[in-house]
Nanobody
Framework: QVQLVESGGGLVQAGGSLRLSCAAS????????MGWFRQAPGKEREFVAA????????YYADSVKGRFTISRDNAKNTMYLQMNSLKPEDTAVYYC????????????????WGQGTQVTVSS
């Protein structure tokens, strides 16, 4: 079992940057593929980025490629999402997700979810 806690959300102007963090409990963080998803009001939860549990391969939604960077620090049980060149359409609640020893590229694949952190980008 793993518990996830996101932080780092906030209000930023278009073109600005934010870094989200996801802190995980437990001693097997390195065995989990980790991902970020987001949900805007009235829309379905969508995939943003993921990093695999083995090899550290990264995956991104087309809408964030070149602007967002996902990373992890297994020693700190923490995953990050560096978000640059933010746009108003990036406004959403961002959720951290985890899946043990398997790929994570869609919301239905996740075994665990954080509570979410709000990101608001003003124009």
């Amino acid at each position: 079992q793993v518990q996830l806690v996101e932080s780092g959300g906030g209000l930023v102007q278009a073109g600005g940057s934010l870094r989200l963090s996801c802190a995980a409990s437990g001693r097997t963080f390195s065995e989990y593929s980790m991902g970020w998803f987001r949900q805007a009001p009235g829309k379905e939860r969508e995939f943003v980025a993921a990093i695999s549990w083995i090899g550290g391969s990264t995956y991104y939604a087309d809408s964030v490629k070149g602007r967002f960077t996902i990373s992890r620090d297994n020693a700190k049980n923490t995953m990050y999402l560096q978000m640059n060149s933010l746009k108003p359409e990036d406004t959403a609640v961002y959720y951290c997700a985890a899946r043990r020893r398997a790929t994570l590229k869609a919301a239905e694949m996740s075994d665990h979810w954080g509570q979410g952190t709000q990101v608001t980008v003003s124009s």
